[in-house]
């Protein structure tokens, strides 16, 4: 089979899995979007799943995503893409990631929101976007936010930040759910914050949640997103983050 046959064959078993979890949950599969993380694979696999209808690519480190981004525009040069951030960001490579970033779902401190407001307003000046950056508060849904995501206590005052902050779309939030237990308390969690903000912001519609292997459940509990590597690119190398 031809990378082709076998992404197209990948793709076309996430979408029914989410159709499927959409109809039991009784929501309208339009409301949540499929983001392809392809991280740890190459240009020519974006541009593949472009040709496929994709146009939402989620990433998790600048110093790949940043030469992926320019190397698909080569690629793919017409096609309408956009690139997330989903990874742990370090406030040092702000400058980079708003030149190929549409999004940054990974928001978890004033420092980082601030850090990636002045990038956008150099990469502005530069000619190098147009465009606001759409923010995503990363929730911490294990109770350690070393691990990435700030405290759910936290996001409402995080939320009132970006949202005052020239430069950055405050769209929603995202979640991680814990590994190797039941995904649902945390999805339960997820959207009780989202709830939260949505009300102190309306624009901020958006619930990033569920990945290759726990999406029903994040779409049982107000998905807007769905994150998926794996089922739809195959096996990263263990190392990969
Ligand atoms: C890698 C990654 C994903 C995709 O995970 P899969 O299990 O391969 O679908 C989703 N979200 C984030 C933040 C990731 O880093």
Known sequence: MSRREDLARSLDAVRERLAAACRSAGRDPGEVRLLAVTKTF????????????????????????GPKAAELAELRPAAPVGWEMVGRLQRN?????ARWAA???????????????????A???????????????????DGDPARGG???ADVPALAERVAGTPGLDLRGVMG?????????PAF????????????????????????SGD?????????????????LLGGRPLASP
């Open 42 to 65: 190459p240009a020519a696999d974006v541009a593949l799943l472009v040709d496929l209808g994709l146009t939402g690519f989620g990433e998790s480190r600048d110093q790949e995503a």
């Open 215 to 231: 999406l029903e459940a994040a779409v049982r509990h107000g998905s807007t997103c769905v994150r998926v590597g794996t089922a």
């Open 93 to 97: 490579k702000s400058r980079s990631v």
């Open 150 to 152: 700030c405290l759910p």
């Open 176 to 184: 991680i759910a814990p590994l190797d237990v039941d995904p649902e």
């Open 123 to 141: 990469a502005r000046d530069a000619g190098e976007r147009t465009t606001e950056l759409a923010v995503l508060l990363q929730v911490s849904l």
């Open 188 to 211: 339960a969690a997820l959207s009780q914050v989202a709830s939260r903000v949505h009300e102190d912001h309306p624009g901020a519609v958006e619930i990033s949640a569920g990945m």
């Open 103 to 121: 999004a940054v779902q990974s928001v978890d401190s004033p420092r980082l929101a601030d850090a990636l407001a002045r990038a956008v307003g």
